[in-house]
């Protein structure tokens, strides 16, 4: 998550006792990484003379995709002369993203050791916004001069893209916009809006000729303009968007054998292997986006009983058209069920469970369901349908999907082959992608994690690390998506996603059948 997508939190309270009159302040803390504790991130100001106070200090949050943000709220009587505390009151907790997800304020009991429960009891009412200029855009459009081709004869029809450049060596770079087709040597390009904070504010604008570029052609830049409303990643929760997620596991011969004690797959009675910790590092942050808890887990290329025929596509429940699971527990269960069941084989195939996630987008939009899906492939890497997995890429980078490829391996299986090469998977991350029918990729869409334990022993990797490279994309993602599809939320959806909490899986249910 970009460090400037940020919360701010509404606090007020209801039917509070009358000595709570004399002054009260609520402190905001939220669970630390590891799960031991509370730190404070907040105070609202004090405010006296109210049995049902309405803050006005609202208290800043970083928002993380990538760890579990559960809040304790903690209202404290307050000396309104000293600004001394005299006793907490009570407390109240919500996870953050229970109140991003919800258009209109949460009321939270408050528990306290000074009041019975009764129907009458103290509530504390928790909102979430973002700030009303969470990012700022640049509006830009280019023209070209005298980009013709240099033989007569052959037609041109030019286009640009803009490319997001890492600091970090060997990191490909981002697509952040392909134009459309031009039909002239004398190019005008539709404008479009890249989001300011992406780029060092001292950064210039360099055009670089390709190879192929006449001398006298020429590209400029024609038209700036600044833009206020680009979204966050906080506003389109709080306009109604959900998030659909998805973990697909390899299971090919390349990871070895569930017996073998080299294997990533190994399954130990009292132990976890790479597949389940990355399996319980991933799953945890994914299921709350869930108001059940639950994530689709897919596996993909071994023989699945009972009639131990190749799949490229099976559910670890068994159910294919309701792969849902419940809890990392119930994750891991599956999982060892399957990995001690199917028959390891190959070739190690992506395109199966990508096309599983773009019919499911392609029913939301069907259906008007605000989803947005990410799939998450734990693999070994050593890919072969590199043709048709780029097709469905491209096909998915036109829907509301994020695909992660998370790369597993240790010394005896080494990420991508034998030799540990990477060069097939890094290929899935090049703007300028093509599918077979020579159809450009329109968005960023695929993000690689390399998780190697023949150089980092699983006891001395970060979870949190690796949770954080997995989510970190997400958000851009969505982000340049809302922006070429130019649909910018508002106050006004938030209003309409408030009286219309309808149910949009059984929508994308009934649309798929």
Same mark, same amino acid.
């Given at each position: 998550?970009?460090?400037?997508? =940020?919360?701010?939190?509404?606090?007020?309270?209801?039917?509070?006792?009358?000595?709570?009159?004399?002054?009260?302040?609520?402190?905001?803390?939220?669970?630390?990484?590891?799960?031991?504790?509370?730190?404070?991130?907040?105070?609202?100001?004090?405010?006296? *003379?109210?049995?049902?106070?309405?803050?006005?200090?609202?208290?800043?949050?970083?928002?993380?995709?990538? $760890?579990?943000?559960?809040?304790?709220?903690?209202?404290?009587?307050?000396?309104?002369?000293?600004?001394?505390? $005299?006793?907490?009151?009570? *407390?109240?907790? @919500?996870? /953050?993203?229970?109140?991003?997800?919800?258009?209109?304020? =949460?009321?939270?009991?408050?528990?306290?050791?000074?009041?019975?429960?009764?129907?009458?009891?103290?509530?504390?009412?928790?909102?979430?916004?973002?700030?009303?200029?969470?990012?700022?855009?640049?509006?830009?459009?280019?023209?070209?001069?005298?980009?013709?081709?240099?033989?007569?004869?052959?037609?041109?029809?030019?286009?640009?893209?803009?490319?997001?450049?890492?600091?970090?060596?060997?990191?490909?770079?981002?697509?952040?916009?392909?134009?459309?087709?031009?039909?002239?040597?004398?190019?005008?390009?539709?404008?479009?809006?890249?989001?300011?904070?992406?780029?060092?504010?001292?950064?210039?604008?360099?055009?670089?000729?390709?190879?192929?570029?006449?001398?006298?052609?020429?590209?400029? /830049? =024609?038209?700036?303009?600044?833009?206020?409303?680009?979204?966050?990643?906080?506003?389109?929760?709080?306009?109604?968007?959900?998030?659909?997620?998805?973990?697909?596991?390899?299971?090919?011969?390349?990871?070895?054998?569930?017996?073998?004690?080299?294997?990533?797959?190994?399954?130990?009675?009292?132990?976890?292997?790479?597949?389940?910790?990355?399996?319980?590092? $991933?799953?945890?942050?994914?299921?709350?986006?869930?108001?059940?808890?639950?994530?689709?887990?897919?596996?993909?290329?071994?023989?699945?009983?009972?009639?131990?025929?190749?799949?490229?596509?099976?559910?670890?429940?068994?159910?294919?058209?309701?792969?849902?699971?419940?809890?990392?527990?119930?994750?891991?269960?599956?999982?060892?069920?399957?990995?001690?069941?199917?028959?390891?084989?190959?070739?190690?195939?992506?395109?199966?469970?990508?096309?599983?996630?773009?019919?499911?987008?392609?029913?939301?939009?069907?259906?008007?369901?605000?989803?947005?899906?990410?799939? =998450? $492939?734990?693999?070994?890497?050593?890919?072969?349908?590199?043709?048709?997995? @780029?097709?469905?890429?491209?096909?998915?980078?036109?829907?509301?999907?994020?695909?992660?490829?998370?790369?597993?391996?240790?010394?005896?299986?080494?990420?991508?082959?034998?030799?540990?090469?990477?060069?097939?998977?890094?290929?899935?991350?090049?703007?300028?992608?093509?599918?077979?029918?020579?159809?450009?990729?329109?968005?960023?869409?695929?993000?690689?994690?390399?998780?190697?334990?023949?150089?980092?022993?699983?006891?001395?990797?970060?979870?949190?690390?690796?949770?954080?490279?997995?989510?970190?994309?997400?958000?851009?993602?969505?982000?340049?998506?809302?922006?070429?599809?130019?649909?910018?939320?508002?106050?006004?959806?938030?209003?309409?996603?408030?009286?219309?909490?309808?149910?949009?899986?059984?929508?994308?249910?009934?649309?798929?059948?």
């Amino acid at each position: 998550m970009a460090s400037n997508d =940020v919360a701010h939190l509404h606090l007020s309270c209801i039917n509070l006792p009358s000595f709570c009159a004399d002054g009260v302040r609520m402190v905001v803390t939220a669970l630390l990484e590891d799960g031991q504790g509370f730190t404070e991130i907040g105070q609202t100001e004090t405010v006296t *003379d109210r049995v049902n106070p309405s803050f006005e200090r609202t208290v800043p949050i970083a928002v993380r995709m990538d $760890i579990n943000q559960q809040l304790k709220l903690i209202l404290y009587r307050v000396d309104a002369e000293t600004e001394a505390f $005299i006793e907490r009151f009570g *407390d109240a907790e @919500v996870n /953050l993203f229970t109140l991003l997800t919800n258009p209109t304020g =949460v009321p939270l009991p408050l528990v306290s050791p000074h009041m019975p429960d009764t129907p009458h009891s103290p509530f504390i009412v928790v909102a979430a916004d973002a700030p009303e200029s969470s990012y700022r855009g640049t509006v830009l459009a280019f023209a070209g001069n005298n980009l013709g081709p240099s033989r007569a004869g052959y037609q041109i029809a030019p286009y640009f893209i803009v490319e997001l450049i890492s600091n970090v060596p060997g990191k490909a770079p981002v697509l952040l916009y392909r134009s459309e087709l031009a039909q002239s040597e004398n190019a005008k390009w539709r404008e479009f809006t890249l989001p300011t904070n992406f780029f060092p504010t001292s950064a210039d604008w360099l055009l670089r000729n390709g190879p192929k570029m006449k001398e006298n052609a020429t590209i400029e /830049l =024609v038209h700036v303009r600044s833009k206020e409303d680009i979204p966050s990643f906080v506003n389109m929760l709080k306009s109604g968007l959900q998030m659909h997620c998805t973990i697909a596991i390899d299971f090919t011969a390349n990871n070895g054998g569930p017996n073998n004690v080299n294997s990533l797959h190994y399954i130990h009675p009292h132990g976890s292997n790479t597949y389940m910790s990355a399996i319980s590092t $991933i799953s945890t942050p994914l299921m709350k986006f869930d108001k059940l808890s639950r994530i689709s887990v897919l596996g993909f290329g071994a023989k699945v009983p009972p009639t131990f025929e190749m799949s490229q596509l099976f559910a670890l429940n068994g159910d294919v058209n309701n792969p849902h699971v419940k809890g990392v527990a119930e994750v891991l269960h599956y999982y060892r069920n399957n990995a001690m069941s199917v028959q390891a084989y190959a070739p190690t195939e992506y395109s199966g469970v990508i096309h599983h996630v773009v019919k499911l987008a392609k029913a939301s939009i069907r259906a008007s369901a605000s989803f947005y899906f990410t799939l =998450v $492939i734990l693999t070994n890497g050593a890919i072969k349908d590199i043709s048709d997995t @780029v097709d469905t890429i491209v096909q998915a980078s036109e829907l509301p999907i994020s695909i992660v490829f998370v790369a597993l391996g240790n010394a005896h299986n080494p990420i991508g082959s034998s030799n540990g090469d990477l060069s097939k998977l890094l290929q899935l991350l090049s703007p300028s992608l093509k599918s077979s029918r020579n159809i450009p990729l329109k968005r960023e869409v695929v993000s690689l994690v390399v998780n190697n334990q023949a150089h980092t022993p699983p006891q001395l990797s970060d979870p949190y690390s690796l949770a954080q490279k997995v989510l970190t994309n997400i958000p851009r993602q969505d982000l340049f998506r809302i922006l070429l599809s130019k649909f910018f939320p508002s106050d006004r959806c938030v209003e309409e996603t408030a009286k219309q909490q309808m149910k949009p899986r059984d929508k994308m249910q009934r649309a798929m059948g």
